[in-house]
């Protein structure tokens, strides 16, 4: 990304990353919640197995959207 982009852009980019961020994380909670009860267990092997990489992908997601909060953050002298 260009260093030029105005303080409005950069703005609006931090609040849509910040809206993903509070979109992913609970839906990251739930998908933990459902792993760590046993009264709903997938059916399967390879149902849990995918559920832990989703939740996996999903922690990884969200810390690259935090680390792009930062670094907006910092371009706006608030970090």
Known sequence: ????????DLEEELRVVEEDIASVRPAL???R??????????TDVEERAAMITTAEE???????LEERRF???????RA
Do not use: F, N
Request: hydrophobic share 30%; aromatic share 0%; no cysteine.
């Open 33 to 42: 919640a459902r792993i760590g009860d046993r009264s709903d267990d997938p």
């Open 1 to 8: 990304m260009a260093d030029d982009r105005s303080k409005e």
């Open 29 to 31: 909670e739930d998908l």
């Open 58 to 64: 999903q922690e990884a997601l969200v810390e690259r």
């Open 71 to 77: 670094e907006l953050l910092r371009r706006l002298g």
